[in-house]
């Protein structure tokens, strides 16, 4: 509880002034508090006074004096009360915006690999949910602070009004701290398990989203609600688990609570029959008593919301303290030019399983060229992509960009040298203007306008009512797949990086919409390395070269022609690739009645 205390006021001192104005409210509330409870108890024993001295002739003017002070001590308590409980609200929800936008810089920063390695629902947990949870510790440091300052207070007027008798209202109190920390093992368990199955449904909701067509085409809502309604049921169960242990943690206090009022009623009476005090010392005791259990029932709550809170907490601590596996080298140096060759020496990867997708990989692209990437359907076509834009970094071997390491080149401009487009192409949930200028931010409307025409989709974008201010729907909606590649490869062109690398394409895309797409595609490989990944080798005969990847290694690395006589994997790829169309050349013939 204290390290994560700790936490909260670190984060709360990144806001100095706040903090401190919040602190002086909550000192001016104590303070407030106790001046009224005191007036009480003065007024008391001077009403007792005045009755035996001068039988009330001064007690209407004391009465309507007393009952002024405290009425002011009451709204100024009242006003600091608010100024207390705004600046705390203040403070948190900075707090948690600023971690909120850190969370998501840093989750930019990750490398791809964390990304293949954690579901998207427990990202965003913790870029949301999860910091949701920090601003609750501020409040709860906050509400643990203000309750402390009224409690160490209350406690001083308690002890100098008799020592005594604050002893035995509190005597109770020191049972409580086992049956609380042991509750807060039980809270702890349950919020892991009520986080795990709040990611769970998370997780599962983004699955339906993005296969919501398969679920559909496949009459899967039923299991997919049910698989909902079972990961719902479990969380629900975890969640009021944990009310009522928080609430049972209530019962525990206040009924030890109570043995201090029934001590302090007996042997306060006690006092009073032997004379030791007077009965308005009695009433402000107990009222100062009262007031006393209040804050520190606030403090036993706020143990109980941050160990409900432990397990997001040390989500977010984790995720920020997780590192970038691709990032700038101390002495990394910038790409000055474009690079002449491109080497791939003796390259080797493996995912987390234990078999290698690539091995021992040699592969020599010169300025200029266009080179092919074929094989089945596992053999790391792709992967050989990301290597070479170091998405990911060779377990083995060396990628050389002119003799350097490609790890020893500067991120940025290994990125501002490199264009990509990907065989899902994505577009943002923004204008097709802006989708396109997002590989340039500074481009002008003539220059996006150009890049459209060049890659043929200037025409289909003027006939849209809104032209290029279209808003087109997160992932495309709204357009075809052929017009979303092409508005890619728009951005592709206008971006006009020296390397080109395309996967797949064309894959996607029936044979008119691929003429249209391979039409912007040969513009776009026009001057530029190209690497290219197609599965229909049919694009790739005017490549200059062509690597045929084979059980994790090149197999052969020719031209097309060459290929079809030295490589058998590729003459099985080729032959597998004309019986389609033979087959269906074959059918037209018989329909036709020829």
């Known amino acids: 509880m204290f390290e994560k205390m700790l936490v909260a006021f670190k984060l709360m001192w990144r806001h100095r002034r706040i903090t401190v104005w919040f602190i002086g409210s909550g000192v001016a509330r104590s303070a407030l508090q106790i001046g009224y409870l005191w007036m009480v108890k003065t007024f008391l024993e001077d009403v007792m006074e005045s009755l035996r001295t001068d039988s009330g002739a001064n007690v209407t003017t004391m009465l309507w004096g007393a009952a002024g002070l405290i009425f002011a001590c009451w709204i100024g308590r009242s006003i600091a009360d608010y100024f207390s409980?705004?600046?705390?609200?203040?403070?948190?929800?900075?707090?948690?915006?600023?971690?909120?936008?850190?969370?998501?810089?840093?989750?930019?920063?990750?490398?791809?690999?964390?990304?293949?390695?954690?579901?998207q629902g427990d990202i965003i947990k913790a870029t949301s949910g999860d910091v949701t949870s920090l601003r609750l510790l501020v409040d709860t440091t906050c509400s643990?602070?203000?309750?402390?300052?009224?409690?160490?207070?209350?406690?001083?007027?308690?002890?100098?009004?008799?020592?005594?008798?604050?002893?035995?209202?509190?005597?109770?109190?020191?049972?409580?701290?086992?049956?609380?920390m042991h509750i807060g093992t039980r809270l702890l368990e349950a919020s892991r398990s009520a986080r795990f199955h709040g990611v769970r449904i998370m997780d599962l909701l983004m699955q339906i989203l993005s296969g919501i067509r398969v679920v559909k085409a496949f009459r899967g809502e039923e299991r997919e609600a049910k698989a909902c309604e079972n990961s719902a049921d479990e969380l629900f169960k975890q969640i009021m688990k944990m009310v009522r242990t928080r609430s049972l943690s209530g019962v525990i206090f206040d009924s030890l609570a109570g043995f201090g009022v029934v001590f302090v009623i007996v042997f306060g009476g006690m006092k009073m029959i032997e004379r030791a005090i007077e009965w308005p010392v009695l009433i402000a005791f107990i009222l100062i008593l009262n007031q006393l259990f209040q804050p520190m029932r606030t403090i036993m709550h706020a143990y109980t919301v941050i160990k409900t809170q432990t397990v997001n907490l040390d989500r977010v601590d984790e995720f920020l303290a997780t590192e970038p596996e691709i990032k700038d080298a101390k002495d990394a140096v910038p790409l000055r030019t474009t690079p002449h060759e491109i080497l791939f020496e003796n390259v080797s990867y493996s995912y987390d399983t234990a078999a290698p997708v690539l091995k021992n990989v040699n592969l020599k692209i010169r300025a200029g060229e266009t080179i092919g990437v074929v094989g089945g359907s596992g053999v790391g076509k792709t992967t050989l992509l990301n290597?070479?834009?170091?998405?990911?970094?060779?377990?083995?071997g060396r990628i050389l960009f002119d003799k350097t390491d490609v790890k020893r080149i500067k991120l940025a401009d290994l990125m501002d040298s490199i264009a990509i487009v990907t065989q899902e192409p994505f577009l943002f949930n923004v204008s097709v203007l802006d989708n396109i200028k997002y590989g340039k931010p500074d481009a002008t409307d003539h220059e996006v306008h150009e890049a459209a025409r060049a890659a043929n989709i200037h025409d289909d974008i003027m006939s849209w009512p809104e032209k290029y201010e279209t808003v087109i729907g997160a992932g495309g909606t709204g357009v075809s797949v052929g017009q979303k590649q092409r508005i890619n490869i728009a951005r592709a062109i206008l971006k006009n990086a020296p390397i080109l690398l395309l996967d797949e394409a064309t894959s996607a895309l029936d044979s008119v919409t691929e003429k249209q797409v391979q039409d912007a595609l040969d513009k776009l490989m026009e001057s530029r390395t190209t690497l290219v990944v197609a599965h229909r080798l049919s694009t790739l005969r005017k490549a200059d070269k062509i690597a045929v990847l084979a059980n994790g290694t090149i197999e052969a690395f020719a031209p097309h022609d060459e290929l079809l006589r030295i490589s058998q994997t590729y003459q099985d790829l080729w032959k597998a690739q004309q019986r389609p169309s033979g087959g269906t050349a074959a059918m037209r013939n018989t329909l036709s009645g020829q």
């Open 85 to 119: 409980k705004v600046l705390q609200t203040e403070l948190g929800r900075r707090i948690e915006l600023h971690l909120r936008l850190k969370m998501v810089q840093h989750m930019l920063k990750l490398s791809l690999s964390y990304f293949d390695k954690n579901t």
């Open 144 to 180: 643990i602070v203000t309750s402390l300052l009224g409690a160490g207070g209350l406690l001083i007027a308690a002890l100098r009004m008799d020592a005594s008798l604050a002893l035995w209202g509190l005597v109770a109190l020191p049972l409580v701290i086992y049956p609380i």
């Open 387 to 396: 290597l070479a834009v170091r998405f990911y970094d060779a377990k083995e």
